[in-house]
């Protein structure tokens, strides 16, 4: 495993590994390369007989505004495979957290949007303070949700309402959707976080990881993957589809801008 990456900080406490995603500029918009290095530090980490949890926090003023949109406008995906390729890769990210065999607390203040509020959904236990804001604003820029594990955490019923408007909700109202585990006062989530951790450090690993391990085959009894699946197999071919509104959209997107494409959406309303 490297000693430094590009988009990532990894430090440890004791038996506790810390990932802090670093492109506080991009307010830690995740990337191919971010992918690339999480993927790395997961699987070292997994391997790792010192680590026995996982804290993963955004450094800067968010958590993670989710998917670089920069950087998929920039590559113009058009084609089924190209879309395939992308999606399966950051699908697959989402689900590293959930698949680690290792617990993970996810600490998260301001913005967690989109791709990151599925991977703060896919960590085991996730600790907000008072600034945190979610939001699947997806539908409002065209886009497929990546992992549709959102119905799974907080019910249809609830996803439904979140997914099809693309509105926002506080942390309080992301606790009382059983989205986090707990509100911390503003600054408080990564201590809370660590404290966590530790908790589960102290306990027996082999213990730890068959508990999370059947927690999750128990979901997965349910039909969790199949679904999943199957609603990727579905974002694949909607963001295939390129009609003459979305190809004008994703222009205007690579050319000026997110905001610039949204206006411009709203504004044939």
């Known amino acids: 495993m490297p000693n430094s990456f590009s988009t990532i900080q990894l430090d440890f406490d004791d038996r506790v590994a810390s990932i802090t995603l670093n492109r506080p500029e991009r307010l830690n918009a995740i990337d191919s390369t971010m992918i690339a290095e999480m993927r790395d530090v997961l699987r070292a980490l997994e ?5 026995r949890a996982i804290v993963l926090a955004g450094a800067g003023r968010a958590f993670s505004a989710g998917f670089d949109l920069k950087e998929s406008a920039e590559k113009n995906y058009t084609t089924a495979a190209e879309w395939k390729a992308v999606l399966r890769k950051d699908f697959d990210f989402i689900m590293s957290f959930w698949h680690c065999r290792k617990p993970i ?104 990881q068959l508990t999370k391990s059947y927690v999750n085959r128990s979901v997965d009894y349910s039909g969790f993957s199949a679904a999943l699946e199957a609603a990727l197999d579905g974002a694949i071919i909607a963001e295939s589809a390129q009609g003459p509104e979305r190809a004008e959209f994703n222009r205007i997107r690579k050319e000026e801008g997110l905001k610039a494409a949204i206006e411009w959406r709203n504004g044939r309303r």
């Not at 391997?47 to 680590?51: A, K, N, R, S, T």
């Not at 408007?165 to 600054?187: F, P, S």
Request: charged fraction near 20%; include cysteine.
């Open 105 to 208: 607390v996810a600490a998260v203040h301001g913005h967690c949007l989109a791709g990151a509020l599925e991977m703060a959904a896919a960590c085991d236990i996730t600790i907000a303070d008072d600034t945190a804001i979610f939001a699947e604003p997806e539908v409002k820029f065209g886009s497929a949700i990546v992992s549709l594990i959102l119905p799974w955490i907080i019910g249809p019923k609830l996803a439904k309402g979140l997914l099809l408007t693309g509105d926002d909700i506080t942390a309080q109202r992301a606790y009382d959707y059983g989205l986090v585990n707990e509100v911390v006062a503003t600054g408080e989530h990564l201590a809370r976080a660590m404290k966590v951790a530790r908790a589960i450090a102290s306990a027996a690993p082999a213990s730890v």
């Open 47 to 51: 391997d790792d007989d010192g680590v």
